[in-house]
Structures are given as structure tokens and as C-alpha cells.
């Protein structure tokens, strides 16, 4: 008579052991993996050069290209599934002097987008001309109550990083004080890899200035990091536009 169980075996959990043949605790096991990261993190950056001596060789690549752009390359250590790491830093020198400032607002608002300095100011007689890319700009903010407006195109400025939201400040009411520091500031966002890249300085900087504005934006990330999910900045590279990738120390 044949049995009416079946008898399945799985194969044993496999779990980390210590030198004696002991498993590890689970808290030694986190603290073993994060203490590897950071080994790997100080290997990597024994290997790079400081900063004020990768500037020269990076400019050298550049000679007679004083508009060349200097680009910033930082890896973190990411916890997978957490809000990725984005923010607006005030660089100490910024890169563009021109900003093209879209601003979707009417009557004192709009008056007052106009006066700070922003480029394109109106109202939904702007939409079409969004779209169609008649209109070039590098940021877009609108008042409280354009704000149905302009959700219209959202899933054309989205992809793009360029919808306002309150979060980022560029939903608001006081459009005179947002346009000024939209002109003055600098967005930057990791991507799917866990990268932060950004144009960060041009080759006619003084490497002061470009030490300065790679400073500011390497604290700003640490700053911007929650404190429970601490992300760790692993290495850092900067690059030219025709140059190689030097991965810098000691920052």
C-alpha cells in the first residue's frame, strides 16, 4: 500500500561562519558587510589623486577650451528601495550665467517673476509652446493656482525633472524670492545606479572655484542624506568633456 505522505527534504540554510566553525550573529554579519563596503571604499580612494593635483592635469586635456565642462561623478552605497538622494545646492560659482527661467503665473505674481529676472512669464497661452519646444528652459515655477494648469504637461516636464512641486519650492506664491534663488542654485539627482553625475565647474575656472563648487556639493549630499538611511559616499571621479576620468582622494 503506497503512502499517503510524501516525504520532501530541502536543502540546509547555509549560513556565515566564523573561523571556528560557529555561526555569526546577525549583527555581525550587517556589521561585517558594511565594514567590507567601507574597505573597498578606502582602497578605491588610496588609488585616486587630491584634488588641487587632478586639476591640472584635467585642464591640460583642455588647453584653448575654456568652456569645456568640468563633470562630478559620485558613487554611493545606496540602501535598495529608500528615496533616492536629490537635491538644490548653492554653488559658490555658478556655472551658467544665463539661466532660462519658465514661470507659469498671473497679475502681482508674474509681476513679480518679471522683476526678479525670469525668462519666460505667462499663462496657459504658454502650454503649446512647451510642448512643441518653441520654448528652451533650464527650471519652471508657477503660483499656487496655475498649478492645475500646468499638470496638464506634467507628463512632459516629469521625465524631464522639470514639473514644480512644493516640495522643491518651485510651487509658490512668493515667485520673486523663488525666481532669484532658481538663478543662483543647482539641482543635481543619483540616478538608477546609484550615481550622482553633474556638470559641476568649466575648465576657465580657477581651481579654487572648482574645488569650492565639488566641496559644496559632496556636503550638501551628506547633508541632504536622512539620518536613517545614511547613504555612503564611495568614490569620487571628475572628468572633462575630451579628458580622462580622475578619480580623486581626501574629500
Same mark, same amino acid.
Given at each position: 500500500?503506497?503512502? /499517503?505522505?510524501?516525504?520532501?527534504?530541502? #536543502? +540546509?540554510?547555509?549560513?556565515?561562519?566564523?573561523?571556528?566553525?560557529? *555561526? /555569526? +550573529?546577525?549583527?555581525?554579519?550587517?556589521?561585517?558587510?558594511?565594514?567590507?563596503?567601507?574597505?573597498?571604499?578606502?582602497?578605491?580612494?588610496?588609488?585616486?589623486?587630491?584634488? $588641487?593635483?587632478?586639476?591640472?592635469?584635467?585642464?591640460?586635456? =583642455?588647453? @584653448?577650451?575654456?568652456?569645456?565642462?568640468?563633470?562630478?561623478?559620485?558613487?554611493?552605497?545606496?540602501?535598495?528601495?529608500?528615496?533616492?538622494?536629490?537635491? &538644490?545646492?548653492?554653488? *559658490?560659482?555658478?556655472?551658467?550665467? =544665463?539661466?532660462?527661467?519658465?514661470?507659469?503665473? $498671473?497679475? =502681482? +505674481?508674474?509681476?513679480?517673476?518679471? =522683476?526678479? @529676472?525670469?525668462?519666460? %512669464?505667462? @499663462?496657459? $497661452?504658454?502650454?503649446?509652446?512647451?510642448?512643441?519646444?518653441?520654448?528652451?528652459?533650464? !527650471?519652471?515655477?508657477?503660483?499656487?493656482?496655475?498649478?492645475?494648469?500646468?499638470?496638464?504637461?506634467?507628463?512632459?516636464?516629469?521625465?524631464?525633472?522639470?514639473?514644480?512641486?512644493?516640495?522643491?519650492?518651485?510651487?509658490?506664491?512668493? /515667485?520673486?524670492?523663488?525666481?532669484?534663488?532658481?538663478?543662483?542654485?543647482?539641482?543635481?539627482?543619483?540616478?538608477?545606479?546609484?550615481?550622482?553625475?553633474? *556638470?559641476?565647474? !568649466?575648465?576657465?575656472? &580657477? +581651481?579654487? $572655484?572648482?574645488?569650492?563648487?565639488?566641496?559644496? %556639493?559632496?556636503?550638501?549630499?551628506?547633508?541632504?542624506?536622512?539620518?536613517? !538611511?545614511? #547613504?555612503?559616499?564611495?568614490?569620487?571621479?571628475?572628468?572633462?568633456?575630451? @579628458? *580622462?576620468?580622475?578619480?580623486?582622494?581626501?574629500?
Amino acid at each position: 500500500m503506497q503512502s /499517503l505522505f510524501r516525504v520532501t527534504r530541502t #536543502a +540546509p540554510t547555509i549560513r556565515p561562519v566564523s573561523a571556528l566553525g560557529t *555561526p /555569526l +550573529p546577525t549583527g555581525l554579519r550587517s556589521y561585517r558587510i558594511r565594514n567590507t563596503k567601507k574597505k573597498k571604499v578606502e582602497d578605491e580612494e588610496s588609488k585616486g589623486l587630491l584634488i $588641487e593635483d587632478a586639476i591640472p592635469i584635467l585642464k591640460a586635456f =583642455e588647453v @584653448g577650451r575654456p568652456q569645456a565642462t568640468v563633470e562630478l561623478h559620485v558613487q554611493l552605497f545606496h540602501d535598495r528601495g529608500s528615496a533616492p538622494v536629490r537635491g &538644490t545646492c548653492l554653488l *559658490p560659482r555658478a556655472i551658467k550665467n =544665463e539661466v532660462r527661467v519658465l514661470v507659469f503665473a $498671473e497679475g =502681482e +505674481p508674474a509681476k513679480a517673476a518679471q =522683476e526678479a @529676472g525670469a525668462t519666460y %512669464v505667462g @499663462g496657459a $497661452e504658454l502650454l503649446p509652446q512647451v510642448v512643441d519646444g518653441t520654448i528652451q528652459f533650464d !527650471k519652471c515655477l508657477c503660483s499656487l493656482d496655475m498649478m492645475p494648469t500646468v499638470a496638464r504637461i506634467a507628463r512632459f516636464l516629469g521625465p524631464k525633472g522639470l514639473m514644480p512641486t512644493k516640495n522643491k519650492g518651485t510651487v509658490t506664491n512668493d /515667485l520673486g524670492n523663488a525666481v532669484r534663488h532658481a538663478i543662483n542654485t543647482f539641482d543635481y539627482r543619483m540616478n538608477k545606479s546609484a550615481i550622482v553625475n553633474c *556638470p559641476i565647474a !568649466k575648465c576657465g575656472f &580657477t +581651481p579654487q $572655484e572648482i574645488a569650492g563648487n565639488v566641496s559644496s %556639493v559632496l556636503n550638501h549630499i551628506r547633508a541632504n542624506t536622512p539620518k536613517t !538611511k545614511k #547613504a555612503l559616499i564611495g568614490t569620487v571621479h571628475l572628468s572633462t568633456t575630451h @579628458g *580622462p576620468s580622475v578619480p580623486i582622494r581626501g574629500l
